[in-house]
């Protein structure tokens, strides 16, 4: 049955969904791995104070540095922080803003794989400027156009502990998506399963310091 599942899951990801078929696998199977985990270095990062650097998906799917920090041994933060800029091929000037703040509470854990529980609010900025040619007697101008999204997510978590110090982890859940332009008049509303366009969730590395 899992040969036949994976099967099918590799059909329908096709040739760039390897790395995020593993993460899912990895969230799916999470209960199996609480059984089989017991040969890897015990996970400290848990207790009160425990801090991780890394890289993450933020609720909009924007890829970004990530900063983790657990209050106590069940209840961690995470705020994800990312800003690209870009010129287009007709010369617009697009700059991307985004951020999410995300809390986590760990429901079950062995020594290498934990699985929890997360909410989330999240925040983006898409802004285009466009330099528009003179005409005649009117002298060039810039026009901007602006797009925000605000997300809120919840769902569940796995996260894998290659040795103490390093994890990589997976999300998946559920997502409702507002997207408003400058002015703040709502352009569309939506609900997203899975919290990513390709049904597959999100996912990241975190790396620990005590």
Request: zero cysteines; a neutral charge.
């Amino acid at each position: 049955m899992l040969n036949q599942f994976s099967r099918s899951l590799r059909g329908a990801a096709g040739k760039g969904g390897h790395v995020m078929r593993k993460l899912l696998a990895l969230t799916l199977s999470a209960p199996l791995l609480f059984a089989a985990s017991s040969a890897f270095a015990a996970d400290d990062t848990s207790h009160p104070g425990g801090f991780a650097a890394g890289v993450a998906q933020s609720l909009q799917n924007k890829p970004g540095l990530s900063g983790r920090y657990f209050v106590n041994e069940k209840l961690g933060l995470e705020a994800i922080v990312s800003r690209t800029a870009s010129t287009s091929k007709g010369g617009s000037e697009i700059t991307d803003l985004d951020w999410s703040a995300i809390a986590e509470y760990r429901l079950a854990s062995t020594n290498a794989v934990t699985f929890s529980g997360y909410a989330g609010y999240g925040m983006g900025q898409t802004s285009e400027v466009k330099t528009v040619a003179a005409v005649a007697a009117a002298p060039a101008s810039e026009v901007t156009t602006e797009v925000n999204t605000a997300t809120i997510g919840a769902g569940v978590k796995a996260e894998y502990f290659f040795a103490r110090g390093f994890s990589i982890f997976g999300r998946t859940g559920l997502s409702l998506v507002t997207t408003t332009d400058k002015d703040g008049n709502e352009a569309k509303s939506e609900t997203n399963l899975f919290n990513n366009a390709n049904l597959l969730g999100s996912m990241g590395f975190s790396v620990w310091f005590k």
